[in-house]
């Protein structure tokens, strides 16, 4: 619960979408998820699914805030190709459109 409350919060604070994270050592499973560069504001600056050869260590579960006038850019996303076999999809599209 105590985790939960912090990422409402945290999304609250930067009023933006949020993205859940965690540090991963391991190479091996690494390699099984969704893998992102964080600059020191916290923010995504690469998304990468299921990497060969990550960049960082932080994996991206697919926990995740979209504030409401997100939700447009998602339905564009969508029907412009944006890939949504995998929830990390949307967050390289929004890397990509917004700062």
Same mark, same amino acid.
């Given at each position: 619960?105590?985790?939960?409350?912090?990422?409402?919060?945290?999304? @609250? +604070?930067?009023? /933006? $979408?949020? %993205?859940?994270?965690?540090?991963?050592?391991?190479?091996?499973?690494?390699?099984?998820?969704?893998?992102?560069?964080?600059?020191?504001?916290?923010?995504?600056?690469?998304?990468?699914?299921?990497? @060969? +050869?990550?960049? /960082? $260590?932080? %994996?991206?579960?697919?926990?995740?805030?979209?504030?409401?006038?997100?939700?447009?850019?998602?339905?564009?996303?969508?029907?412009?190709?944006?890939?949504?076999?995998?929830?990390?999809?949307?967050?390289?599209?929004?890397?990509?459109?917004?700062?």
């Amino acid at each position: 619960m105590k985790h939960r409350e912090g990422f409402i919060d945290f999304s @609250k +604070e930067k009023n /933006s $979408n949020a %993205v859940m994270r965690y540090y991963e050592p391991e190479l091996v499973r690494l390699q099984r998820t969704g893998v992102a560069v964080i600059d020191s504001n916290d923010k995504i600056l690469e998304m990468a699914e299921k990497p @060969k +050869e990550p960049k /960082s $260590n932080w %994996v991206i579960p697919p926990f995740y805030i979209f504030k409401k006038e997100c939700l447009k850019d998602i339905k564009v996303g969508i029907e412009s190709g944006c890939k949504t076999d995998a929830p990390g999809g949307f967050i390289e599209l929004f890397i990509q459109r917004k700062k």
